[in-house]
Structures are given as C-alpha cells and as structure tokens.
C-alpha cells in the first residue's frame, strides 16, 4: 500500500483519540513525526533551556503514549521521577505497557491538562507539547502549567504555527485554499503560537525565551497528511471536486517522484516561574 492509499490522517481526531477509527494510525503517525530532525532539534533544545536531568521532577502533559517520557524518564535517573498525562485512555495504557516493556520508571495518568490533579509547585519542570492547539480553553491549561511548577521552576512549550503550513502543490491559488481550510478547522486554535509570549508574561512567567524551527516532513508522512488535507476541503466544499481530485494526483506523483516537499513552522517558549 502506498502512502497515499493509507488512511488519511485528520489531526482533530486528536481532541478524542479514544473514539477515533483505526486509532493506530495515529500511533504510527507520532511516531513518525517524532523521527522528524528539526523537531528532534526543539527537543532537544527543550531539555537544554530547562536544565533537565538528573535528579528532575519533571511533568510531561498531553504525553500521549510516553515518545517523549519515556526519554525524560531516562534522563532525570538518578533521583529524580517523571510524570506524564493525557486525556487519551488508551494511549496513556499504550505508555505504560510500553514503560513497562522497557523498563523506565515513569507515572503515567489519564487527566484533563485545564484541571491537573498535583498540588501547586509539584514539580521542577513542566513540559507540554502540541496540546493547547487542540483545547477549547488553552489559557486554563497554561495557568494549570504554571500552578503545578514549583517557583524558579522552568515551563517548556511546543507548539506550530497552522500558517506556515507549506507544501510544494504548483497551483499556488489551490494549495492557499487547502492549507488555509487546514490552518482554520484542522484544530481549535492553529494560530495560538502569535500569543504565548504574551500570555506566559501575564502569568508572571520570567526569562521568556523562544526559538523556532521550520519541521521538514519525511515524504511519506506528508503524502499521507496533505493527501487528507484535500480531500478534507473537497469534502467541505472549499473546493469543488476537481481540485481534490487534481490535488491528490498531485501530492501522488510528486511523492512518487520524489519531488513532494512539505513543511511546517513550530515554537519552543521557555521560562521561568515566580
């Protein structure tokens, strides 16, 4: 089965993953994008800016099935412990059999990144990556985030930008059209990068750092998604059924050609509490 005859991938599944069809799909498709190089990069970055090793109490929330955790877990050892939480039932009992396969002392919990269950300063570190984008009220998370980290404590976000989607579609008015449909309807809030400084600066939050990278896609995982990005606006009606069906012959014979390029502008902000 080629790429393009693989399931599409619709990233507002995400909000509830439990009720999604073919949930490994999903799986596959986070795995597949944390290979990705410049995404590993504001990882790694990440881990830099917030001084995390070991002996870290360290939260991880929307941690899906552990990718990151799980590596966090490692690294805080000796002394120190991890944490991480998703709304996702069965990706947080997909995490656990996963920690408990490799043997990784992690905690991993099923709870709501608005109402987290930890007393204030729990922790050293709190991380969250590619979750408030999909959250109603992203804002409560945020203040959950910062509730939860002990005072001098250090807060790390991931986020992309949904603007910056880009791949390289010849008809330029059609591809506007799909990544524009995309930026306002794939999750809740796909411009919310523009706002984080400001808001982690409302909250009290110091030495506000960002750094950005522009994620390249591995082929495969992109004529996967931008294939399901058309037919998603052909569905809806933003474009009419020729375009759709022109724009997944073309993402099909650029990614059999080897031609198809396709990238995506995400955020790292660091900070520090109180």
């Given at each position: ?48 800016r917030t001084g995390t090793g070991p002996g870290s109490r360290v939260l991880d929330v ?72 999909y959250l109603d009220d992203p804002w409560a998370a945020l203040r959950e985030i910062v ?128």
């Open positions: 089965m080629s790429s393009t005859d693989s399931p599409d991938i619709a990233l507002h599944d995400f909000t509830d993953l439990d009720h999604a069809a073919l949930p490994a799909t999903y799986v596959a498709a986070l795995e597949a994008f944390d290979r990705l190089p410049l995404l590993r990069e504001l990882k790694a970055l990440a881990i830099e929307g941690c899906g099935f552990g990718l990151e955790t799980l590596r966090l877990a490692r690294r805080v050892q000796p002394g120190g412990a991890v944490t991480g939480v998703d709304l996702s039932a069965d990706f947080v009992a997909e995490g656990r059999r996963r920690a408990a396969a490799e043997g990784v002392p992690v905690e991993l919990l099923r709870a709501d990144a608005r109402h987290l269950p930890f007393a204030d300063a729990s922790f050293d570190v709190t991380r969250i990556e590619r979750v408030l984008i509730r939860v980290t002990r005072p001098g404590g250090v807060i790390a976000i991931i986020a992309p930008d949904f603007d910056t989607n880009t791949v390289n579609v010849p008809d330029e008015a059609l591809a506007r059209a799909v990544l524009a449909h995309e930026c306002d309807t794939a999750v809740v809030h796909g411009l919310l990068a523009r706002d984080l400084r400001g808001h982690l600066l409302d909250l009290g939050v110091r030495d506000v750092r960002v750094a950005s990278r522009m994620v390249v896609f591995d082929p495969d995982l992109a004529a996967q998604y931008f294939t399901g990005i058309g037919r998603s606006a052909g569905a809806a009606g933003v474009i009419d059924q020729e375009a759709a069906t022109r724009w997944v012959a073309t993402i099909a014979e650029l990614h059999r050609t080897d031609r198809l390029f396709a990238a995506i502008g995400y955020y790292l902000f660091t900070g520090r509490v109180g």
